[in-house]
C-alpha cells in the first residue's frame, strides 16, 4: 500500500474579463478495492455552483459554472489516496481463452465491444504494418503478448513532452517516432484494438520518488488499460513500461483521448491572449504527528 498527497492546480489567465460557461471536471478518482480516497477537496476562483455525478464509466464527474467574470480562471484539487495495486507476478493463467487470438465470454463481450472497434483511421497502413510486425505465434499468452507490446513502445519510442493539445493519430506516432504520454498510450490503445482486445484510455496522476527516471511526472499522465480473462481491467504504461504499478493513480477511463480530459469548458467573450497553467504535485503523505 502507497499513501500519497496530490495536488492538481489548473488556471486560466485572459488578458479581458469573461464569462464563464460549463466547465466539466475528471479529476477525483473513485474508490475502489485498488485505490482508497482518504480526502478530498476542490477549490475554485471565482465562485461558482458544483454538481456532482457518475458518467456512463463510472467515472466521477464535478460539473462547474464558474459565476460572473474575471480575468482568472483558478481551479485546484486536493487528494489525500491509499494505492493498493494488484501485482502481476508470479502469475499463471491456464485458461485456455487468454491464448492469442484472445476470446471474450460473450456477457463481457457484449459490455467490451465499444473498446474493440477501433476509433482511428489508418489511411496508409502505417500502425496496421507496425502492429502486424508484432504478432506473435498464435498460441503466445496473450499477457505476454501486451507486456512485450508495453515493453515494446517504451523502448522504441522517444518520449517527447508536450503539455497541452490534443492526442495525435496512432499512425503520426509510428511516423515520427515519438510522443507524449497520451501519444504513446493511445498507440498502444488502438494497436490492441487491431488485434481483437479490448483496451481503453486512462488519464490519472504518476508519482515519481526522486531519481526513478519515471518520464510524465509533474502533470497529468496517461495509459493504458487491457481486459484480460481472469484479470479483468489491467493497467499497462507504455511511456515508462510499468503495468500494475503503485506509481499509476487512475482518475478516469475512456474510449478516447478527446472524453478525458480533466478539465474542459467554454467562455464568453473576447479573452485576447490567454494562457493555460497546470501544475501537478504527488508525493508521500507526510505521517501525522502524535500531540505531545
Given at each position: 500500500?502507497?499513501?500519497?498527497?496530490?495536488?492538481?492546480?489548473?488556471?486560466?489567465?485572459?488578458?479581458?474579463?469573461?464569462?464563464?460557461?460549463?466547465?466539466?471536471?475528471?479529476?477525483?478518482?473513485?474508490?475502489?478495492?485498488?485505490?482508497?480516497?482518504?480526502?478530498?477537496?476542490?477549490?475554485?476562483?471565482p465562485?461558482?455552483?458544483?454538481?456532482?455525478?457518475y458518467?456512463?464509466l463510472?467515472?466521477?464527474?464535478?460539473?462547474?459554472?464558474?459565476?460572473?467574470?474575471?480575468?482568472?480562471?483558478?481551479?485546484?484539487?486536493?487528494?489525500?489516496?491509499?494505492?493498493?495495486?494488484?501485482?502481476?507476478?508470479?502469475?499463471?493463467?491456464?485458461?485456455?481463452?487468454?491464448?492469442t487470438?484472445?476470446?471474450?465470454?460473450?456477457?463481457?463481450r457484449?459490455?467490451?465491444?465499444?473498446?474493440?472497434?477501433?476509433?482511428?483511421?489508418?489511411?496508409?497502413?502505417?500502425?496496421?504494418?507496425?502492429?502486424?510486425?508484432?504478432?506473435?505465434?498464435?498460441?503466445?499468452?496473450?499477457?505476454?503478448?501486451?507486456?512485450?507490446?508495453?515493453?515494446?513502445?517504451?523502448?522504441?519510442?522517444?518520449?517527447?513532452?508536450?503539455?497541452?493539445?490534443?492526442?495525435?493519430?496512432?499512425a503520426?506516432?509510428?511516423a515520427?517516432?515519438?510522443?507524449?504520454?497520451?501519444?504513446?498510450?493511445?498507440?498502444?490503445?488502438?494497436?490492441?484494438?487491431?488485434?481483437?482486445?479490448a483496451?481503453?484510455?486512462?488519464?490519472?496522476?504518476?508519482y515519481?520518488?526522486?531519481?526513478?527516471?519515471?518520464?510524465?511526472a509533474?502533470?497529468?499522465h496517461?495509459?493504458?488499460?487491457?481486459?484480460?480473462?481472469?484479470?479483468?481491467?489491467?493497467?499497462?504504461?507504455?511511456?515508462?513500461?510499468?503495468?500494475?504499478s503503485?506509481?499509476l493513480?487512475?482518475?478516469?477511463?475512456?474510449?478516447?483521448?478527446?472524453?478525458?480530459?480533466?478539465?474542459?469548458?467554454s467562455?464568453?467573450?473576447?479573452?485576447?491572449?490567454?494562457?493555460?497553467?497546470?501544475?501537478?504535485?504527488?508525493?508521500?503523505?507526510?505521517?501525522?504527528?502524535?500531540?505531545?
Amino acid at each position: 500500500m502507497t499513501r500519497l498527497t496530490i495536488r492538481h492546480e489548473t488556471r486560466y489567465d485572459y488578458e479581458k474579463p469573461v464569462g464563464f460557461g460549463p466547465h466539466r471536471l475528471l479529476v477525483r478518482p473513485r474508490d475502489s478495492h485498488a485505490t482508497r480516497i482518504i480526502h478530498a477537496s476542490l477549490s475554485f476562483s471565482p465562485a461558482g455552483e458544483t454538481r456532482w455525478r457518475y458518467d456512463a464509466l463510472g467515472n466521477c464527474l464535478c460539473l462547474l459554472t464558474p459565476h460572473g467574470e474575471a480575468t482568472a480562471l483558478s481551479i485546484v484539487s486536493e487528494l489525500v489516496i491509499e494505492r493498493f495495486p494488484a501485482p502481476l507476478s508470479p502469475l499463471r493463467i491456464d485458461d485456455p481463452q487468454t491464448a492469442t487470438p484472445i476470446v471474450y465470454d460473450r456477457c463481457d463481450r457484449l459490455v467490451l465491444d465499444p473498446f474493440i472497434d477501433p476509433a482511428t483511421e489508418d489511411p496508409d497502413d502505417l500502425l496496421l504494418n507496425w502492429v502486424l510486425r508484432h504478432i506473435p505465434r498464435p498460441d503466445e499468452p496473450a499477457l505476454d503478448l501486451v507486456m512485450r507490446l508495453n515493453a515494446s513502445i517504451h523502448e522504441a519510442f522517444d518520449y517527447s513532452e508536450r503539455p497541452h493539445g490534443d492526442a495525435q493519430s496512432p499512425a503520426h506516432t509510428v511516423a515520427t517516432g515519438s510522443g507524449a504520454c497520451r501519444d504513446l498510450a493511445w498507440l498502444m490503445v488502438e494497436s490492441l484494438r487491431r488485434l481483437g482486445y479490448a483496451a481503453r484510455f486512462v488519464t490519472g496522476y504518476l508519482y515519481s520518488p526522486a531519481r526513478s527516471g519515471i518520464r510524465g511526472a509533474g502533470a497529468t499522465h496517461a495509459w493504458c488499460e487491457v481486459f484480460l480473462p481472469d484479470l479483468g481491467w489491467t493497467e499497462f504504461d507504455p511511456t515508462n513500461g510499468l503495468a500494475e504499478s503503485s506509481a499509476l493513480i487512475p482518475v478516469a477511463v475512456s474510449r478516447t483521448p478527446e472524453e478525458a480530459s480533466p478539465v474542459g469548458g467554454s467562455i464568453r467573450g473576447d479573452p485576447g491572449a490567454s494562457t493555460l497553467t497546470v501544475r501537478v504535485d504527488v508525493r508521500p503523505t507526510e505521517p501525522v504527528k502524535a500531540a505531545a
